[in-house]
Protein backbone atom coordinates (compact mmCIF):
# COMPACT_ATOMS: atom_id res chain seq x y z
CA UNK A 1 0.00 0.00 0.00
CA UNK A 2 2.79 2.61 0.72
CA UNK A 3 4.83 1.42 -2.41
CA UNK A 4 4.33 4.07 -5.08
CA UNK A 5 1.59 5.71 -2.91
CA UNK A 6 1.61 9.29 -4.72
CA UNK A 7 1.07 7.64 -8.32
CA UNK A 8 -1.61 5.43 -6.77
CA UNK A 9 -2.99 8.58 -5.34
CA UNK A 10 -2.30 10.90 -8.72
CA UNK A 11 -4.20 8.24 -10.84
CA UNK A 12 -7.48 8.21 -8.64
CA UNK A 13 -7.55 11.95 -8.30
CA UNK A 14 -7.45 12.75 -11.88
CA UNK A 15 -10.04 10.26 -12.07
CA UNK A 16 -12.67 11.08 -9.56
CA UNK A 17 -12.20 15.04 -10.20
CA UNK A 18 -12.75 14.47 -13.64
CA UNK A 19 -16.03 12.31 -13.28
CA UNK A 20 -17.48 13.79 -10.23
CA UNK A 21 -18.86 16.82 -11.65
CA UNK A 22 -22.65 15.57 -10.72
CA UNK A 23 -21.62 15.03 -7.00
CA UNK A 24 -19.68 17.77 -6.62
CA UNK A 25 -22.90 19.87 -7.52
CA UNK A 26 -25.40 17.70 -5.11
CA UNK A 27 -23.07 18.63 -2.65
CA UNK A 28 -22.93 22.63 -3.65
CA UNK A 29 -26.51 22.54 -3.66
CA UNK A 30 -27.69 20.29 -0.79
CA UNK A 31 -24.68 19.31 1.75
CA UNK A 32 -24.38 16.11 0.88
CA UNK A 33 -25.22 13.21 -1.59
CA UNK A 34 -27.39 10.72 -1.22
CA UNK A 35 -26.18 6.72 -0.94
CA UNK A 36 -27.28 5.36 -4.61
CA UNK A 37 -25.61 8.72 -6.42
CA UNK A 38 -22.42 7.78 -4.33
CA UNK A 39 -22.49 4.28 -4.73
CA UNK A 40 -23.01 4.78 -8.85
CA UNK A 41 -20.15 7.57 -8.81
CA UNK A 42 -17.71 5.21 -7.03
CA UNK A 43 -18.54 2.26 -9.65
CA UNK A 44 -17.71 4.43 -12.37
CA UNK A 45 -14.20 5.76 -11.09
CA UNK A 46 -13.98 2.13 -10.67
CA UNK A 47 -14.71 0.95 -13.94
CA UNK A 48 -12.44 4.03 -15.55
CA UNK A 49 -9.36 2.38 -13.38
CA UNK A 50 -9.85 -0.89 -14.39
CA UNK A 51 -9.33 0.23 -18.48
CA UNK A 52 -6.05 1.51 -16.73
CA UNK A 53 -4.29 -2.22 -15.24
CA UNK A 54 -1.41 -2.32 -12.93
CA UNK A 55 -0.14 -1.88 -9.71
CA UNK A 56 -1.65 1.86 -9.33
CA UNK A 57 -4.79 0.25 -10.45
CA UNK A 58 -4.83 -2.40 -8.11
CA UNK A 59 -4.26 -0.79 -5.05
CA UNK A 60 -6.85 2.20 -5.86
CA UNK A 61 -9.53 -0.53 -6.59
CA UNK A 62 -8.65 -1.79 -3.17
CA UNK A 63 -8.76 1.74 -1.24
CA UNK A 64 -12.45 1.88 -3.19
CA UNK A 65 -14.19 -0.14 -1.18
CA UNK A 66 -14.46 2.01 1.89
CA UNK A 67 -14.83 5.30 0.22
CA UNK A 68 -16.38 6.66 3.02
CA UNK A 69 -13.26 9.29 4.17
CA UNK A 70 -13.85 10.37 0.73
CA UNK A 71 -16.85 11.25 0.54
CA UNK A 72 -16.44 13.30 4.17
CA UNK A 73 -13.93 15.48 2.38
CA UNK A 74 -16.23 16.61 -0.08
CA UNK A 75 -18.88 16.92 1.98
CA UNK A 76 -17.12 18.86 4.02
CA UNK A 77 -16.16 21.56 1.22
CA UNK A 78 -19.71 22.16 0.57
CA UNK A 79 -20.27 24.57 -1.45
CA UNK A 80 -16.82 25.39 -1.89
CA UNK A 81 -17.32 22.82 -4.86
CA UNK A 82 -18.89 24.74 -7.20
CA UNK A 83 -17.73 28.32 -5.91
CA UNK A 84 -15.24 30.42 -7.47
CA UNK A 85 -11.73 28.34 -6.76
CA UNK A 86 -13.79 25.12 -7.66
CA UNK A 87 -10.98 23.13 -9.46
CA UNK A 88 -8.19 24.17 -6.49
CA UNK A 89 -10.82 23.30 -3.87
CA UNK A 90 -12.19 20.14 -5.32
CA UNK A 91 -8.44 18.77 -5.65
CA UNK A 92 -7.46 19.43 -2.38
CA UNK A 93 -10.94 18.03 -0.70
CA UNK A 94 -9.71 14.91 -2.99
CA UNK A 95 -6.29 14.64 -2.04
CA UNK A 96 -7.47 14.98 1.63
CA UNK A 97 -9.72 12.28 1.27
CA UNK A 98 -7.52 9.36 -0.38
CA UNK A 99 -5.08 10.13 2.47
CA UNK A 100 -7.64 9.44 4.57
CA UNK A 101 -8.69 6.36 3.22
CA UNK A 102 -5.20 5.07 2.47
CA UNK A 103 -4.51 5.44 6.32
CA UNK A 104 -7.57 3.59 7.56
CA UNK A 105 -6.90 0.72 5.25
CA UNK A 106 -3.17 0.39 6.70
CA UNK A 107 -4.18 1.40 9.86
CA UNK A 108 -1.77 3.86 10.61
CA UNK A 109 -4.34 6.87 11.80
CA UNK A 110 -3.49 7.19 15.66
CA UNK A 111 0.31 7.13 14.48
CA UNK A 112 -0.02 9.61 12.08
CA UNK A 113 -2.21 12.18 14.20
CA UNK A 114 0.62 11.51 16.84
CA UNK A 115 3.40 11.98 14.53
CA UNK A 116 1.50 15.86 13.18
CA UNK A 117 1.17 16.72 16.75
CA UNK A 118 5.29 17.03 16.83
CA UNK A 119 4.91 18.11 13.27
CA UNK A 120 2.91 21.00 13.26
CA UNK A 121 5.27 22.42 16.82
CA UNK A 122 8.30 21.71 14.56
CA UNK A 123 6.42 23.55 11.78
CA UNK A 124 5.26 26.62 13.86
CA UNK A 125 8.64 26.93 15.50
CA UNK A 126 10.25 27.34 12.11
CA UNK A 127 7.72 29.53 10.52
CA UNK A 128 8.27 32.08 13.26
CA UNK A 129 6.01 35.50 13.51
CA UNK A 130 4.37 33.70 10.08
CA UNK A 131 3.30 30.71 11.46
CA UNK A 132 -0.24 31.82 10.04
CA UNK A 133 1.27 31.19 6.40
CA UNK A 134 2.70 27.64 6.22
CA UNK A 135 0.50 26.11 3.60
CA UNK A 136 3.04 27.19 1.39
CA UNK A 137 5.59 25.14 -0.81
CA UNK A 138 8.19 27.52 0.54
CA UNK A 139 7.63 26.68 3.77
CA UNK A 140 7.36 22.85 3.18
CA UNK A 141 11.18 22.91 1.93
CA UNK A 142 12.18 24.78 4.65
CA UNK A 143 10.58 22.42 7.24
CA UNK A 144 12.40 19.20 5.46
CA UNK A 145 15.38 21.06 5.29
CA UNK A 146 14.98 21.80 9.03
CA UNK A 147 14.04 18.44 9.56
CA UNK A 148 17.01 16.73 8.02
CA UNK A 149 19.37 18.85 9.99
CA UNK A 150 17.62 18.74 13.59
CA UNK A 151 15.83 15.61 13.72
CA UNK A 152 17.79 13.11 11.56
CA UNK A 153 17.68 10.34 14.16
CA UNK A 154 13.97 10.58 14.17
CA UNK A 155 12.55 8.07 12.21
CA UNK A 156 8.99 9.03 12.96
CA UNK A 157 9.28 12.48 11.26
CA UNK A 158 8.72 13.09 7.68
CA UNK A 159 11.65 13.70 5.68
CA UNK A 160 10.76 14.97 2.41
CA UNK A 161 8.24 17.55 0.69
CA UNK A 162 5.92 15.35 -0.46
CA UNK A 163 5.40 13.61 2.70
CA UNK A 164 5.22 17.11 4.70
CA UNK A 165 2.90 17.82 1.86
CA UNK A 166 0.85 14.90 2.76
CA UNK A 167 0.60 15.54 6.22
CA UNK A 168 -0.66 18.99 6.12
CA UNK A 169 -3.28 17.77 3.41
CA UNK A 170 -4.90 15.39 6.15
CA UNK A 171 -4.45 17.30 9.37
CA UNK A 172 -4.27 21.00 9.17
CA UNK A 173 -7.56 22.89 8.23
CA UNK A 174 -6.19 26.16 7.64
CA UNK A 175 -4.48 24.57 4.06
CA UNK A 176 -5.74 26.12 0.74
CA UNK A 177 -5.80 24.85 -2.41
CA UNK A 178 -2.40 27.01 -2.96
CA UNK A 179 0.09 24.91 -1.31
CA UNK A 180 -1.80 21.05 -2.06
CA UNK A 181 -1.76 21.69 -6.14
CA UNK A 182 2.38 22.11 -6.22
CA UNK A 183 2.82 19.26 -8.23
CA UNK A 184 4.45 21.44 -10.81
CA UNK A 185 7.38 22.42 -8.13
CA UNK A 186 7.94 18.91 -6.95
CA UNK A 187 10.67 17.33 -9.08
CA UNK A 188 9.33 14.24 -11.11
CA UNK A 189 12.03 12.65 -12.41
CA UNK A 190 10.02 9.65 -14.23
CA UNK A 191 8.04 11.97 -16.63
CA UNK A 192 10.54 12.98 -19.95
CA UNK A 193 12.24 15.93 -20.14
CA UNK A 194 10.65 18.14 -23.42
CA UNK A 195 14.19 19.56 -23.90
CA UNK A 196 15.61 15.71 -24.81
CA UNK A 197 12.83 14.64 -26.61
CA UNK A 198 12.11 17.32 -29.14
CA UNK A 199 9.06 15.55 -30.25
CA UNK A 200 7.21 15.51 -27.56
CA UNK A 201 6.19 19.17 -28.54
CA UNK A 202 4.06 17.73 -31.09
CA UNK A 203 1.88 16.45 -28.06
CA UNK A 204 -0.08 19.73 -27.90
CA UNK A 205 -1.53 19.17 -30.72
CA UNK A 206 -3.30 15.64 -29.38
CA UNK A 207 -5.83 17.87 -27.29
CA UNK A 208 -7.45 19.66 -30.39
CA UNK A 209 -7.32 17.12 -32.33
CA UNK A 210 -9.30 14.92 -29.94
CA UNK A 211 -11.82 18.12 -28.90
CA UNK A 212 -12.27 17.38 -32.88
CA UNK A 213 -13.78 13.87 -32.97
CA UNK A 214 -16.28 14.34 -30.45
CA UNK A 215 -19.70 15.50 -31.64
CA UNK A 216 -20.91 19.63 -31.24
CA UNK A 217 -22.89 19.82 -27.84
CA UNK A 218 -19.80 17.32 -25.55
CA UNK A 219 -16.99 19.35 -27.48
CA UNK A 220 -18.27 22.33 -26.32
CA UNK A 221 -19.75 21.25 -22.37
CA UNK A 222 -16.03 20.09 -22.13
CA UNK A 223 -14.44 23.76 -23.32
CA UNK A 224 -16.94 25.21 -21.12
CA UNK A 225 -16.31 23.52 -18.37
CA UNK A 226 -12.38 24.16 -18.58
CA UNK A 227 -12.52 27.59 -19.55
CA UNK A 228 -11.34 26.98 -23.12
CA UNK A 229 -13.49 29.31 -24.78
CA UNK A 230 -11.92 32.69 -26.15
CA UNK A 231 -13.03 34.17 -24.52
CA UNK A 232 -14.12 32.65 -21.38
CA UNK A 233 -17.59 34.00 -21.19
CA UNK A 234 -19.16 31.51 -19.23
CA UNK A 235 -19.11 29.26 -15.65
CA UNK A 236 -20.43 26.21 -16.24
CA UNK A 237 -23.26 27.62 -13.76
CA UNK A 238 -24.04 30.20 -16.02
CA UNK A 239 -23.74 28.42 -19.43
CA UNK A 240 -26.52 26.14 -18.02
CA UNK A 241 -28.70 28.88 -17.63
CA UNK A 242 -28.18 30.66 -20.89
CA UNK A 243 -28.39 28.11 -22.59
CA UNK A 244 -31.54 26.67 -20.81
CA UNK A 245 -29.80 23.07 -19.62
CA UNK A 246 -30.21 21.18 -17.19
CA UNK A 247 -26.60 20.83 -15.31
CA UNK A 248 -26.98 17.33 -14.13
CA UNK A 249 -27.52 16.96 -17.88
CA UNK A 250 -24.45 18.79 -18.47
CA UNK A 251 -22.18 16.75 -16.57
CA UNK A 252 -23.56 13.48 -17.31
CA UNK A 253 -22.77 14.54 -21.35
CA UNK A 254 -19.59 15.90 -19.95
CA UNK A 255 -18.63 12.60 -17.79
CA UNK A 256 -19.00 10.56 -21.46
CA UNK A 257 -16.88 13.19 -23.59
CA UNK A 258 -14.13 12.95 -21.29
CA UNK A 259 -13.84 9.17 -20.78
CA UNK A 260 -13.62 9.70 -24.84
CA UNK A 261 -11.05 12.11 -24.69
CA UNK A 262 -8.99 9.98 -21.86
CA UNK A 263 -8.84 7.12 -24.42
CA UNK A 264 -7.86 8.87 -27.33
CA UNK A 265 -5.38 11.00 -25.48
CA UNK A 266 -4.07 7.69 -23.79
CA UNK A 267 -3.82 6.20 -27.56
CA UNK A 268 -1.92 9.27 -28.86
CA UNK A 269 0.57 9.13 -26.03
CA UNK A 270 1.48 5.66 -26.11
CA UNK A 271 1.91 5.81 -29.85
CA UNK A 272 4.27 8.65 -29.12
CA UNK A 273 6.29 7.29 -26.23
CA UNK A 274 6.52 3.85 -28.41
CA UNK A 275 7.71 5.71 -31.28
CA UNK A 276 10.49 8.27 -29.43
CA UNK A 277 12.11 5.13 -27.10
CA UNK A 278 11.35 2.05 -29.17
CA UNK A 279 9.20 0.54 -25.59
CA UNK A 280 5.77 -1.05 -25.75
CA UNK A 281 3.62 1.39 -23.19
CA UNK A 282 2.77 -0.03 -19.63
CA UNK A 283 -0.52 -1.25 -20.69
CA UNK A 284 0.08 -3.30 -24.05
CA UNK A 285 2.72 -4.78 -22.00
CA UNK A 286 0.88 -5.74 -19.11
CA UNK A 287 -2.24 -7.02 -21.48
CA UNK A 288 0.28 -8.99 -23.09
CA UNK A 289 2.23 -10.63 -20.38
CA UNK A 290 -0.13 -10.25 -17.53
CA UNK A 291 1.77 -13.03 -15.75
CA UNK A 292 4.64 -10.42 -15.05
Not at 47 to 57: H, N, V, Y
Not at 273 to 282: D, P
Request: with cysteine; glycine share 8%.
Amino acid sequence: MTVEWRRTRELMRARIVALGGEIFADIADHGTVTDAAWTGFIERVAKQLMQRPGPASDCALSLLGDSRPLRQALEASGARLMGEDAPAIRVVAVRRGLTRMRNAAIGGSEHRAKTWGRLDQISRSVAGPDATNRCTIAHFRLLAEHLREHHASDRNLPRTIITIEEYFAEFCADCGPSALDSDAEVERPFLPVEADLPELARSGRFLEECLSQLEDEPGSFVRVHFKMTDPVEFSTSGYCQRQNIDRRRFYRVLEDALSALSTCLTTKAEGLFEHLTGFQSGSEQWSRNPGN
